[in-house]
């Protein structure tokens, strides 16, 4: 068996502030050309008490240490279920620094700013084609942040009809955000049971005239497709709710059929998922949302309109729910996002929905015989396991730290809830044969290792930078920055 | 497509392997009745030479430093960035990892934040930061959120003066929460008006929040405000839209603010057309257990080596689901590294010598346009780098006329501010050389540039 995993020297690294020597600088600037200034005294502070003091040297090791003891998708093989690790194209890091794009101020006006509108307006266009969504907004910053965006317009929508309703139903397939998201729209979350694929008689029973929207995921997280998804939303439809679609899974639909065109009403994207974008370390992603013709009239201000070959901002909006954040929502991700459609044009993004439920398939068929799958109907690009029977007192956590150990980043663990111990594995379409049999080897080779061996796995992971860390030590006493004392 | 691997032969082998005999039997749990039947109408798919001619096209579109002598701030600021901090995040360990949900592996992510942590609460004057927001108006809403929870309050009083984008964000967050939102108006300093805010306060107020430098970029009297909430038993919620002033001012949390909020756009962070940028949140240690966000914390591995984790999650939405101190699931991870970069690089001295030249170049800006016929500034209170000129021409037709000289002047207050249709926001950064600041006093006065 191929061993990616393997010892290398690891260089040490303390933190920025134990570097620190009075007296270093590690910043350039030019001559003042005006005369000094200063403030009334009593509004000037001291100095930045703590603030290190280094050279430009030790600021550039620092952070290329800190680096190596990450793992990224360009390191290697990431399948982490629900998240969508795909290869981030590197032509687009290279159009996102383009000059005339990061120099780009949001308060410039319109006319001066047609290259940002027109590239904005062109992605809403491909977004809508892609998801059968008339209108978008691309102003959320991220997933979460458009579930916010679309559970507050369905609520819009409720409160001018004259009934603001009281409840949200989610089954328990869905992200963790989506009950919090409902609940910062004023919502009751009433869970219902899904036993893997949600029937539309659950959902019907559920209904009644309290009821303000469905929260559905579409393939859902254990990375099925609702197929009785038109049935649902005709239920849900028939008590004058709307479907709310959390879009975390488009990458296995794209080409395929559109989320618009199964009755749903809103729906959001994660650019940083299904259109490449980078994670970033935890952000900044960008979550778009796509609404029914009937929900246009409430979407965020400002919306990105054309008029004849000129594009600008509409502020007049008088039904929209405001504003979720400052200007137009995170640029520089919507050029990296836009780049990759150009880049895959319609046939490609097919092509990469297909290959990426062709990997989750393989991978599934090869780990069946070493791993309990529990919900055994067709996988799209996602398959959901989990450590019923792995042997050698070991569980899902000693898998994924020993998959570490082999050179691997270990998929989503313990999601989603419905499966005890769930092990999530998405691979996406950018990995090959060769990466997911190097994978599969390793798996099924761990699970030997529990039944031979467990102590491998309960030791795991060996090969890091630092071993398994105290969480609840950290909880208990929480440590949350660095204080001068401890140099 | 060069980002998918797979060669005919693989597509044959894995579909054996699976044991169907085409890539389409996969789809069999989509109903017929809802497949599209039709390829996506998208445009053919450029090569990567072609694409960066179009998106160069496209980018060649905008006004930017480099085509106008641009003046414009509120809540977004040209600051130099040096050239360190895109070649460490270009880094794709760091730029190309998720969350680190799995610490022995993403101990660089973590110990940067941890580092981004310490920064801020040094940079603010607070006990504690979390990871990061969207921004700084997102930022300023959980801010609002945090503070009817932890006080069981409902009522928000919020400075007229506030970057009304980050008021309109607040409103949007509280719609539907039974929240209400008062504004206080300013004095003529531009200042808050904390007789106008006493009367306003009472026992059912959560929450009072002001900018420090306010929109009209001048520096808010906190402790007075901080004095008078407390009294009440709310919370002062300070945003900092421009934190670089914190090189110079006070520490927020020196002068009593609850929790500070605010965008490290400033820190490292291009402009971008306003996003993403960096939205802070830091807080009194009191109040750990309410924040939103994610909070990295200290630890030991099982050797005893310092490591770092995520901490603190039972207040978070994957755990806490709807009762959770916050829907927020990710945080800004690349741009906190960003500004992590930039402060190590700045560092105790160059965020001083940084401030001081945007107040010297504000400064002698003030200065050259006060001096101008017709022209005032009609806020007395002290400025950082911005700052609110009038002129009864109109602030539309002032604006334009400079834009035809290449000039993007400031931002007019006519759309945020009904009633101040002659104002304009000035804003004066130490990329703006003593040369573009005389043509833009010259082309203010009338003349030629």
């Given amino acids: 068996m191929k061993r990616i995993g393997t010892n290398g020297l690891v260089l040490n690294e303390n933190l920025i502030f134990e570097h620190s020597d009075p007296g270093r600088k590690g910043y350039s600037l030019p001559k003042l050309d005006v005369p000094a200034a200063e403030l009334p005294a009593e509004l000037v502070r001291e100095e930045v008490a703590g603030f290190p003091e280094l050279s430009e040297v030790d600021v550039v090791r620092h952070f290329t240490r800190l680096s190596t003891w990450n793992y990224g998708v360009d390191s290697g093989f990431y399948p982490l279920g629900s998240c969508t690790m795909k290869y981030n194209p590197k032509v687009n890091e290279t159009a996102a620094r383009l000059p005339g794009f990061t120099g780009a101020h949001p308060c410039t006006p319109e006319h001066l700013s047609q290259g940002a509108l027109a590239l904005m307006h062109g992605l809403q266009e491909a977004l809508a084609e892609i998801s059968g969504f008339p209108a978008i907004t691309l102003q959320p910053a991220a997933g979460a942040h458009g579930e916010l965006t679309g559970m507050l317009m369905v609520r819009a929508y409720h409160e001018a009809r004259g009934n603001s309703r009281k409840k949200v139903l989610i089954p328990d397939t869905a992200h963790g955000t989506n009950p919090a998201s409902a609940a910062l729209a004023g919502y009751d979350v009433v869970p219902i049971a899904s036993d893997g694929i949600l029937s539309a008689q659950t959902v019907a029973e559920a209904m009644d005239e309290e009821v303000a929207a469905l929260m559905i995921t579409n393939p859902n997280t254990l990375g099925l497709f609702e197929g009785e998804i038109r049935e649902i939303c005709e239920a849900v439809h028939a008590k004058g709710a709307l479907v709310y679609c959390d879009g975390a899974n488009l990458n296995a639909l794209m080409g395929i059929a559109r989320p618009g065109d199964m009755g749903i009403d809103v729906m959001h994207f994660n650019l940083h998922k299904t259109f490449s974008t980078p994670h970033g370390g935890g952000g900044p992603g960008s979550g778009p949302v796509g609404v029914s013709a009937e929900l246009a009239p409430f979407l965020p201000t400002p919306t990105i309109v054309r008029q004849g070959d000129r594009y600008g901002l509409d502020y007049e909006r008088p039904r929209s729910i405001g504003r979720m954040k400052a200007f137009s929502g995170h640029f520089g991700i919507m050029v990296r996002a836009y780049a990759y459609i150009l880049s895959m044009g319609g046939e490609g993004l097919r092509q990469a929905s297909e290959m990426a439920v062709l990997n989750a398939n393989y991978v599934r068929a090869r780990l069946e015989g070493s791993y309990h799958l529990p919900h055994t109907a067709r996988s799209l690009h996602e398959v959901v396991f989990c450590d019923r029977d792995l042997e050698g007192g070991c569980h899902t956590l000693d898998v994924a730290k020993r998959l570490i150990d082999y050179g691997f980043h270990p998929p989503t663990i313990y999601f989603p809830l419905v499966v005890k111990g769930a092990i999530m594995i998405e691979p996406t379409e950018t990995e090959s044969k060769e990466t997911l049999d190097d994978f599969c080897d390793a798996m099924i080779a761990i699970a030997g290792e529990a039944r031979e061996t467990p102590d491998l796995l309960h030791q795991a992971p060996v090969r890091t930078f630092v071993g398994r860390l105290d969480e609840t030590g950290a909880a208990r006493k929480p440590h949350l920055k660095w204080e001068a004392r401890e140099k | 497509m060069r980002y998918i691997p797979h060669t005919p032969e693989d597509v044959r082998q894995m579909l054996e392997a699976i044991g169907v005999s085409a ?427």
Avoid: W
């Fill in chain 2, 23 to 449: 890539v389409d039997d996969l789809f069999v749990g989509v109903p017929a009745g809802i497949r599209l039947d039709r390829p996506l109408d998208l445009p053919e798919p450029l090569a990567e030479s072609e694409l960066l001619r179009e998106l160069g096209r496209l980018a060649a579109r905008n006004a930017t430093p480099a085509t106008h002598a641009s003046f414009l701030g509120g809540g977004a600021y040209n600051h130099f960035i040096p050239a360190v901090v895109d070649q460490l995040i270009s880094r794709s360990e760091f730029y190309t990892a998720y969350t680190p949900y799995q610490p022995e592996i993403s101990q660089g992510t973590l110990q940067a934040i941890f580092e981004f942590q310490t920064l801020i609460c040094q940079l603010t004057g607070m006990d504690v930061a979390n990871a990061s927001m969207y921004d700084g108006a997102s930022a300023c809403a959980e801010a609002v959120l945090m503070a009817a929870r932890a006080g069981r309050r409902k009522k928000v009083l919020l400075s007229a003066a506030l970057h009304p984008e980050y008021r309109a964000t607040v409103a949007t967050y509280c719609s539907y929460l039974g929240m209400e939102l008062i504004a206080f108006p300013c004095d003529r300093t531009g200042r808050s008006d904390a007789g106008e805010l006493a009367r306003l306060l009472d026992r059912e107020t959560a929450a009072v929040v002001a900018g420090y430098p306010n929109y009209f970029g001048v520096v808010e009297d906190l402790a007075a405000l901080a004095a008078a909430t407390h009294e009440c038993g709310a919370r002062l919620v300070a945003a900092v839209q421009e934190p670089l002033s914190l090189g110079l001012l006070k520490s927020p949390g020196e002068l009593g603010a609850d929790i500070v909020v605010g965008e490290g756009q400033s820190f490292g962070i291009p402009v971008s057309y306003g996003g993403p940028s960096l939205g802070f949140f830091a807080a009194r240690q009191k109040d750990v257990r309410a924040m939103p966000g994610r909070l990295v914390g200290q630890t030991v591995d099982t050797d005893g080596r310092r490591g770092f984790v995520l901490t603190l999650a039972t207040r978070e939405q994957h755990i806490r689901r709807e009762k959770a101190t916050s829907n927020i699931c990710s945080n800004q991870g690349l741009c906190a590294l960003m500004a992590a970069i930039y402060l190590s690089l700045m560092g105790k001295q160059g965020i001083r010598e940084v401030a001081k030249q945007n107040l010297a170049k504000t400064e002698y800006a003030k200065e050259r346009i006060a001096e101008l016929p017709g022209y005032s500034l009609p806020f007395g209170g002290a400025t950082f780098n911005e700052f609110v000129v009038e002129n009864d021409e109109g602030a539309g037709a002032i604006l334009a006329r400079l834009e035809e000289q290449g000039i993007l002047g400031g931002i007019s207050l006519e759309r945020t501010y009904g009633d101040m249709p002659n104002r304009f926001l000035v804003c004066v950064t130490e990329q703006n050389s003593r040369d573009e600041i005389d043509a833009l006093v010259a082309a203010l006065a009338g003349g030629e540039r």
